[in-house]
């Protein structure tokens, strides 16, 4: 199974904060049961919204992958997207072949510079500055891409290296797609445009925002000499199945406050993401821009089969 350009394919994404493993593996059997193209998971050590509690910290991404990966048979999996820093990028890359092997051939490899401040401290002792970050980011997908397509691996960067580094046994296909998250258009969108196979748009851009940015990912392809039309772009998409006045209001409320803006311009965005028809709408309209993957989070199974049900076939 492969993710379809130029077609509607369809992510759905868990993060297992809270979760146990036989709730994320129901939770994805679910989802390859229902027909959806791909789950994925985050990659954090402690819980993103409240990281200094002692509740709700999630399963390590990759070990839980590993597991999704032995007990599933058809969906693709993807971490979305793992934090570069968290692995030195050989040991990374060795990392993903085995759990591209466990799943015979259905990893999609998501990697990302990283942001989380308590995360890095707690974990790592620091946290590095953002051209760092930036600067390993292109070191680890440099190295990453080489040891899936090659058995040995030589590359000096500016933060990781690899000398001569063996990837044995080979990726189930012979290399892994990479998909490079973020946003950032001087240097994320150019190291994306230049090695990944799909780039994830972050932060459920409105459609001028992503036209802007889309503006911006083919600027850079022209760039590095590489053709747009190779690159699959995603995006997530959070919606409302139930679109109960109440759940949008509390959605609005949020998303005014996370963006700084007023409540009323909060409420005309949600509403393009409640109930089954706007949500079929604002799909095809993000598809007719250039969009091929959606990742839509934290779909409860009762929502995962609503949406089997009445959007999938609307949109397939």
């Not at 990281?51 to 993807?78: D, R, Y």
């Not at 030195?88 to 890359?93: D, E, I, M």
């Not at 990726?171 to 990944?196: D, H, S």
Request: a positive charge.
């Amino acid at each position: 199974m492969s993710l379809r350009k130029g077609a509607i394919n369809i992510a759905v994404h868990i993060p297992p904060e809270g979760k146990n493993f036989d709730e994320m593996k129901s939770l994805c059997l679910t989802a390859e049961k229902l027909g959806f193209d791909m789950f994925t998971i985050t990659d954090h050590f402690m819980n993103m919204a409240n990281p200094t509690g002692k509740e709700n910290h999630p399963l390590e991404c990759w070990t839980t992958l590993a597991g999704l990966a032995a007990v599933t048979h058809k969906i693709l999996l993807a971490p979305l997207v793992s934090c570069v820093h968290y692995r030195h990028p050989t040991v990374l890359a060795k990392m993903a072949t085995t759990v591209d092997i466990i799943s015979k051939g259905r990893l999609i490899f998501g990697i990302g510079a990283g942001w989380h401040r308590e995360e890095f401290l707690g974990f790592l002792g620091r946290f590095p500055s953002v051209k760092e970050r930036l600067d390993g980011l292109k070191d680890a997908v440099i190295i990453c891409k080489s040891m899936f397509e090659n058995e040995y691996t030589t590359y000096k960067g500016k933060i990781y290296s690899a000398n001569k580094t063996l990837n044995s046994p080979r990726p189930v296909r012979g290399y892994i797609p990479i998909m490079i998250g973020g946003r950032g258009e001087k240097r994320t969108l150019k190291i994306a445009a230049k090695y990944a196979d799909i780039i994830h748009i972050a932060g459920f851009p409105s459609i001028s925002e992503l036209e802007h940015k889309i503006n911006v990912i083919k600027k850079h392809c022209r760039n590095v000499k590489r053709s747009f039309n190779e690159i699959i772009l995603a995006t997530g998409m959070s919606i409302i199945i139930d679109a109960s006045e109440e759940k949008i209001e509390q959605y609005a409320r949020r998303i005014a406050e996370r963006r700084n803006m007023a409540l009323e311009e909060a409420r005309k965005i949600v509403s393009k993401y409640a109930g089954i028809e706007n949500i079929v709408r604002t799909i095809r309209e993000y598809h007719e821009r250039g969009i091929d993957l959606f990742t839509i989070p934290r779909l409860t199974i009762e929502e995962m089969k609503v949406f089997a049900k009445e959007i999938l076939p609307k949109i397939k």
